[in-house]
């Protein structure tokens, strides 16, 4: 560590019992954004809706003099510009990303962070070049294990000043439907989310998906970098190594019904019947079931899941018909994959609150 | 009141003095979102970093039976299609828009509401049919005296049950720049920022221009709904009726230099020249002078305006350099418009958090 920045830049702590939220944790909530529940709505989340968690600012860069180098252990180290990479044949992905910290702040104690409560999520379509193909290119080596990936943001986190930078197993740095994507939803990528070039793993939490990409490196010892052994790591004491944090958790969310109150955002029905509805994702293998409680995580029924529209990385839509009678309730929705991970009902914890998949409670009043 | 609603819908309150940000506070600073102030860069701020406040939910509307309605006291009532509006002749009018509320979460004590440090603001080009052509195209009866706009977004706050309603001074109203927009930054407008039309009053706090507008209303009494009597008024004590919030006062931001830390956003930079670059705006007359401070407020120097560019209504550059030294800074930038109107060094208060506009301070640690 800089020790001229331990004055600036604290270690990773969690908070006292009787803490709230702090203005460290309300600057990043302040910048960064989850999704509004209702844009669940959507199949493809509009830009601005979709979540982002930029680390350190967003980079200016200088589109003229772009270009991605492509470094380390390859036959033929090289550079491409942003119209080479275009002119590649391309792929279109639909992808839902969530962050590997979404519902941290609903954890006791509280790890102190940017302060998710559930919406750290949205979908849309990447289209890019498939990374394998840049990699077949410019020739991998013999040896090579890891890919490494740097981005263009620049700044300090716990004493060490850095750009933002991910080491990726080269297995799955091959996969057919990682991409370099330099467009979203078909346009351009917005500043906020990579402009001009970022990675796309799909299935994985968004820590791999690194944003302003300006270079990769084929390495073959593994990467002991920042964001891949310091950071995302699931540790319960703060001396463990932890365990790294990959794919997507499976996870239902719950589009709130009726309306909102302003500040305390408790949802307020009137009695009858009322179609819930909701998504549905895991990055680890197809949702097959999500199930939904209307009193509190007692009992649970089946909710009736859309036809599989082919779509594999992204999420999938839930409804279910509930009548509802005056009173306090308080909904759930829980999912379940093909592989049978299914979500806890209870917190699993750890210092960072990454993976963090408990199932997501609505609180609703009906009124008489 | 609804004497139902009470439960769930609490009365507006101040912090207490040791009181941290509450979970609600949170849940709205997920939701919605301000401007990452490194976007000071740019002269129009791209949508999806475009601050944001919804009241409630973004509406879902039903675009093939959507109308805007035009009734009460005009001569001719009338509904107008998107496709109506579009063919009328438009205008596009640049505007920095900015919430009432921004600066709320740095008051002592805090207003518990969308908990904003100082980074809701935005500036977007806007397009749209004047207003005061629609209402010409009614007829406007010989006593009306204030414009009512309703929005769909519907909700519950402070027990009352509404959809979000503005009334505004016809004499307000009928300016040439005020706008019913369907375009921002040349595409329709994003879910979040009201599609498919929403009202632009130039000059005033953000909310004024009523999104996702569905109705306007000609009337010949003052109106007396929620958002105009009892939220949006600028009190001391909860029993006083209090002044309407009406336009944006004049502030400066510094697009904070150096890089973050990730946690504490305290900017780290290193010693040497460094150019100090920033927005500042007023919707009371143009902007006519920035003052920069690089010792906490204590001394003040004049940074350079751009060239004015004919845009009003929008935000100006400024530009301040500054030698770095070692140690630990604090800049701070005040603004200054036309009319005299200047920012205060130290806090003005109200329970609304309203209008607040503190110079802003921006901590920077300079390395040795």
């Known amino acids: 560590m800089n020790t001229q920045l331990r004055g600036v830049s604290l270690p990773a702590r969690v908070a006292a019992s009787t803490e709230e939220v702090g203005f460290d944790e309300l600057a990043l909530a302040a910048r960064n954004h989850g999704m509004p529940l209702e ?5 493809l989340t509009p830009p601005g809706l979709h979540y982002t968690l930029i680390h350190y600012d967003i980079p200016q860069p200088d589109i003229r003099n772009w270009r991605l180098s492509v470094t380390g252990r390859v036959k033929e180290p090289a550079t491409f ?5 275009r002119t590649m044949p391309s792929r279109t992905v639909r992808v839902t990303m969530e962050c590997a910290g979404n519902g941290r702040a609903l954890l006791r104690p509280r790890p102190v962070s940017q302060p998710w409560l559930v919406e750290a999520v949205g979908t849309a379509e ?6 394998r193909a840049v990699l077949a290119e410019c020739g991998i080596g013999h040896d090579v294990i890891e890919a490494v990936f740097t981005g263009a943001d ?3 986190e716990r004493g060490v000043e850095q750009d933002y930078r991910r080491g990726l197993a080269l297995d799955e740095a091959r996969r057919e439907e990682v991409l ?3 467009q979203m939803n078909g346009a351009p990528l917005p500043p906020q989310h990579g402009y001009p070039l970022r990675l796309i793993v799909p299935g994985w939490y968004g820590m791999a998906q690194v944003k302003w990409l300006r270079e990769i490196e084929l390495v073959n010892s593994p990467f002991t970098g920042f964001q891949n052994t310091v950071a995302y790591r699931a540790r319960r004491r703060p001396d463990e190594p932890g365990e790294p944090v990959t794919r997507i958790a499976v996870r239902a969310l719950i589009n709130p019904p009726g309306m909102p109150d302003f500040m305390s955002r408790t949802r307020i029905v009137r009695p009858g019947p009322l179609r819930l509805a909701g998504r549905a994702w895991s990055g680890r293998a197809p949702v097959t079931r999500v199930d939904v409680s209307t009193d509190g995580c007692r009992t649970w029924a089946e909710a009736d899941l859309d036809i599989a529209t082919g779509h594999v990385w992204a ?5 279910f018909d509930w009548e509802a009678t005056p009173g306090d309730h308080v909904l759930a929705a829980r999912a379940t994959d093909a592989d049978g991970n299914t979500q806890p009902v209870h917190q699993a914890w750890n210092r960072g609150g990454f993976a963090n998949n408990l199932v997501h ?7 008489p």
């Not at 510009?81 to 990479?85: A, I, K, M, P, Q």
């Not at 990447?126 to 990374?131: C, K, Y």
């Open 126 to 131: 990447w289209t890019g070049v498939p990374l």
């Open 180 to 182: 370099l994507a330099y």
């Open 81 to 85: 510009s942003l119209d080479e990479l």
């Open 39 to 43: 844009a669940l709505r959507y199949d």
């Open 315 to 319: 999420w999938r839509e839930w409804i």
């Open 154 to 156: 620049h700044g300090v």
């Open 361 to 367: 409670r609505v609180h609703v009043a009906c009124l």
